[in-house]
Nanobody
Framework: QVQLVESGGGLVQPGGSLRLSCAASGSILSIDNMGWYRQAPGKQREWVATITSRSITNYADSVKGRFTISRDNAKKTVDLQMNSLKPEDTAVYYC?????????WGKGTQVTVSS
C-alpha cells in the first residue's frame, strides 16, 4: 500500500505562483512514475504532468512552459511548481502513482486562481 498526501494548494491571483508537494509513504521501496492530475468543477479529471524515476518529464499542452514537475527519489516526494497561473487552472490537484494493481491517488488539494 502507498499513501499519497498533497499540500500547498490555496488561493492565488491570476499571474501568481503556487508550489504543490506530494509525499508518498507506505510499503514501497521505489517509485517509477509520479505525476499530477487535476479536476475542475463539472469536468473530468485530466492529466497535468508526469516525471519518471530518471526525471524525464512530460506536460499537458495547457500547462507546458508554466508548470514544472520535480521529484526527490530519496524522500519519495514530487512537487509541482505552477507559475503564471490562470483562472482556468482552478481545480483540485491530485498526486498520482501508477501501479500494476490499482493506481494510487492522493485526496487532492484545492487550487483557486481568482482576483
Amino acid at each position: 500500500q502507498v499513501q499519497l498526501v498533497e499540500s500547498g494548494g490555496g488561493l492565488v491571483q491570476p499571474g501568481g505562483s503556487l508550489r504543490l508537494s506530494c509525499a508518498a509513504s507506505g510499503s514501497i521501496l521505489s517509485i517509477d512514475n509520479m505525476g499530477w492530475y487535476r479536476q475542475a468543477p463539472g469536468k473530468q479529471r485530466e492529466w497535468v504532468a508526469t516525471i519518471t524515476s530518471r526525471s524525464i518529464t512530460n506536460y499537458a499542452d495547457s500547462v507546458k512552459g508554466r508548470f514544472t514537475i520535480s521529484r526527490d527519489n530519496a524522500k519519495k516526494t514530487v512537487d509541482l511548481q505552477m507559475n503564471s497561473l490562470k483562472p482556468e487552472d482552478t481545480a483540485v490537484y491530485y498526486c498520482h502513482v501508477p501501479s500494476r494493481g490499482p493506481d494510487y491517488w492522493g485526496k487532492g488539494t484545492q487550487v483557486t486562481v481568482s482576483s
